[in-house]
């Protein structure tokens, strides 16, 4: 068994962050980037909020230049796919790969993000970064003056169509019950948005479009009718999945699934073992909240270790 004194999970905006400030620290840590590194920033075609980059980057470009730095100061990189962890409270935690290999560590981060919810549609993969997104606050500003659409009826729905509201020419907001379950100030604060329409019982059957998005394909199921509206941009709203199923036996979890912060917002459950980015932080889903939070993981671990000691 390979024994190290820290092992980072995780390859996005949280885990790198968290692997150059454990590295600057002398403490050599092993990073499992997975088969394909970076996180959901490897989707992103352009970022402009991210501090340092005033032209904006491409996703994959910045998330590559973390990786570069961390290396620089003598993390080590593997790409194999972690199978199981063994953890532990205040002792070994324990790394086994797929193909069975074991790395043990003294402490441990775990930040391996959360994957955002997709409208399961063949013509899906085809427009996404063309126009599908995620996120308004990372791509609204892409789709000044132009009609966009929102999919969900949740507050993060109504949340996601107010910010468009600023920039867009119109924003629908597709919801395919007959009520929205977003909080009642958040509805009003939609509904009294003049360039804000919603519209009920209605879903997307087809994305259309040459090279971009131009065109969405609903249906209202109330009135069985199918319609054409103009679109540029299109919002998901439909929530995020934490990827915390490796240690789901492990960490306390919350009803989502996001790993419970104790005593600080990147402590676990077990002394040894921290969680950062976008498995623990449930609420802002962004490239700089998530460095933030790998930042505070690797001089917490430090702490921890530099205690052990």
């Known amino acids: 068994m390979d024994e190290k004194k820290i092992i980072i999970i995780g390859s996005g905006p949280a885990g790198y962050t968290a692997a150059l ?44 230049n973390m990786q570069k730095q961390a290396v620089r100061f003598g993390t080590e990189l593997l790409y194999d796919s972690v199978a199981e962890l063994e953890l532990t409270d205040g002792a070994a935690q324990t790394v086994i790969t797929a193909n069975g290999e074991r790395f043990s560590a003294d402490a441990l981060i775990f930040a391996a993000g959360a994957a955002p919810r997709w409208l399961e549609l063949p013509s899906a993969g085809k427009f996404k970064g063309r126009g599908l997104s995620v996120c308004a606050t990372c791509d609204g500003a892409f789709f000044k003056g132009v009609p966009v659409s929102v999919v969900g009826g949740g507050d993060s729905a109504m949340e996601e169509a107010l910010t468009l509201s600023k920039t867009a020419s119109d924003v629908y907001v597709l919801c395919r019950k007959e009520a929205l379950k977003a909080s009642k100030i958040m509805i009003s604060r939609a509904e009294e948005t003049p360039n804000i329409h919603i519209y009920y019982s209605t879903e997307v059957l087809e994305f259309l479009g040459e090279k971009n998005l131009e065109m969405l394909r609903l249906i209202n199921r109330r009135e069985n009718r199918e319609t054409l509206l103009p679109c540029r941009g299109c919002f998901m709203a439909l929530g995020h999945d934490p990827n915390t199923g490796l240690v789901e036996k492990w ?18 459950s077990l002394a040894g073992v921290f969680a950062a980015g976008d498995c623990v932080d449930a609420r802002y889903h962004q490239a700089i909240t998530a460095a933030a939070l790998g930042c505070q993981a690797a001089m917490e671990a430090e702490r921890y270790l530099a205690g052990k000691q």
């Open 251 to 268: 960490l306390k979890r919350d009803e989502k699934g996001y790993i419970l912060a104790v005593q600080s917002p990147v402590h676990t």
């Open 21 to 64: 400030y454990a590295a600057r620290a002398g403490l050599k840590p092993l990073l499992f980037a997975g088969p394909q590194p970076g996180g959901l920033l490897t989707t992103t075609t352009t970022v402009e909020n991210f501090p340092g980059f005033p032209e904006g980057i491409n996703g994959v470009a910045l998330v590559m």
